[in-house]
């Protein structure tokens, strides 16, 4: 039997224009593109994925009017995040878990080997969750993940930046938005400067809506190796940087050099 799991994978952000934005996060995290999914087209998209590591920043942007991301790009004033996608062994616990606690799930997915499923979002607040599985996927390092395409570990570029060490989800009432977070992922929540829950590799943590776009994912924590590349090439790229952090698609990058989990 599969021993249980359950890690943040993937963070999908959301652009009006894919392209400027794929351009962006290549130069500046040094990272490359390793899939284009065809099948996002049936919901109005086009998208790109990128290793950070073992994990993935994903970006969509629609192809037609009418689409939901369209309409969450212009409920949050613009490019921002989107998704926060954790993986699994397997679906059925979580399946019967999130029906016993009355979240619904949005939309069902399955495709050969892979299965996920999206929440509603209105029973979670914060971001769109997602939790999937691909079968053979227990291996971080090398197996299976679905979403990013049959080859992702070749386009794996470590030189700047080695993984996704976390998320941070802000809203009017953090407090209460960690709880429910907590009471889907069946983990416990503490408070520190901020509430926040642990997944296998990665910290989820909550806070304030303080910019005027309301709730969503504020900014992706990045384990990195060369902060200084990072910052120079997003001020080359006229993008927002400071010390601890870049922003790209109107999301905070906050750079993390202290030891990842595993």
Do not use: K
Not at 167 to 185: C, K, S
């Amino acid at each position: 039997m599969t021993e249980s799991y359950l890690r943040l994978r993937q963070i999908c952000l959301v652009a009006r224009e894919l392209e400027p934005v794929v351009d962006d996060l290549c130069a500046v995290f040094g990272v490359q593109v390793c899939h284009r999914d065809p099948e996002v087209g049936q919901f109005g998209l086009h998208n790109a994925l990128m290793p950070f590591g073992t994990s993935f920043i994903e970006v969509v942007a629609p192809t037609r009017d009418g689409t939901t991301a369209g309409r969450y790009l212009e409920r949050r004033q613009g490019d921002g995040g989107y998704m926060v996608i954790l993986d699994s062994e397997a679906l059925p616990r979580w399946r019967t878990h999130v029906a016993e606690i009355g979240v619904r799930i949005a939309a069902p997915l399955t495709l050969g080997d892979y299965e996920g499923m999206q929440l509603h979002p209105r029973d979670t607040g914060g971001a769109l969750l997602e939790i999937n599985s691909t079968l053979g996927g227990a291996d971080l390092q090398h197996g299976a993940y679905w979403p990013a395409g049959p080859h992702w570990r070749d386009h794996v570029s470590t030189e700047r930046v080695e993984g996704i060490a976390g998320a941070v989800l802000q809203g009017a009432d953090p407090a209460a938005l960690a709880r429910q977070w907590g009471r889907i992922l069946q983990r416990p929540v503490t408070q520190a400067t901020d509430w926040q829950l642990d997944v296998d590799n990665a910290t989820l943590r909550f806070t304030d809506a303080t910019d005027g776009r309301g709730e969503g994912l504020a900014a992706v924590t990045v384990q990195v190796r060369d902060a200084e590349a990072i910052r120079r090439a997003a001020q080359a790229r006229a993008l927002p940087s400071d010390i601890d952090s870049v922003t790209v698609c109107g999301v905070r990058f906050e750079l993390a050099s202290h030891p990842q989990r595993n």
